[in-house]
Nanobody, 123 residues
Framework: QVQLDESGGGLVQAGGSLRLSCAASGRTFSSLAMGWFRQTPGKEREFVAGISRSGASTDYADSVKGRFTISRDNAKSTVYLQMNSLTPEDTAVYFC????????????????WGQGTQVTVSS
C-alpha cells in the first residue's frame, strides 16, 4: 500500500502562485510514477501533470502547459506541483496519484490516490 498526503492548497488571487506537495509512504518512492489530477463539482477528475520514476520525463495537460511544473525529490519521497499564473479556471480539488504510467490520463490506471487539497483562485 501507498499513502499519499497532499498539502499546500489554499486561496490565491488570479495571477498568483501556489506550490502543492505530496508526501508518499509505504513503498519505495522511486518505483512509482507520480501525477496530479484535479476535479471540480459535477465534473470528472482530469489529468494535470505526470512525472516518471526518475523525474526525467514529464507530461502536462494542454490547459496548464507553460504555467505548471511537476517535479519530484526521491530522497524526500515527495512530488511537487508548482502552479504559476493561476486563473479562476484552475479552482479545483487537486489530487496526488501514484501508478506505473506517468503519462496516462485515465484515472483507472493510477493505483493510489491522496485525499485532495483545495485550490481556490479568486478573480
Amino acid at each position: 500500500q501507498v499513502q499519499l498526503d497532499e498539502s499546500g492548497g489554499g486561496l490565491v488571487q488570479a495571477g498568483g502562485s501556489l506550490r502543492l506537495s505530496c508526501a508518499a509512504s509505504g513503498r519505495t518512492f522511486s518505483s512509482l510514477a507520480m501525477g496530479w489530477f484535479r476535479q471540480t463539482p459535477g465534473k470528472e477528475r482530469e489529468f494535470v501533470a505526470g512525472i516518471s520514476r526518475s523525474g526525467a520525463s514529464t507530461d502536462y495537460a494542454d490547459s496548464v502547459k507553460g504555467r505548471f511544473t511537476i517535479s519530484r525529490d526521491n530522497a524526500k519521497s515527495t512530488v511537487y506541483l508548482q502552479m504559476n499564473s493561476l486563473t479562476p479556471e484552475d479552482t479545483a480539488v487537486y489530487f496526488c496519484a501514484a501508478g506505473n504510467l506517468y503519462y496516462t490520463v485515465r484515472t483507472t490506471e493510477w493505483n493510489y490516490w491522496g485525499q485532495g487539497t483545495q485550490v481556490t483562485v479568486s478573480s
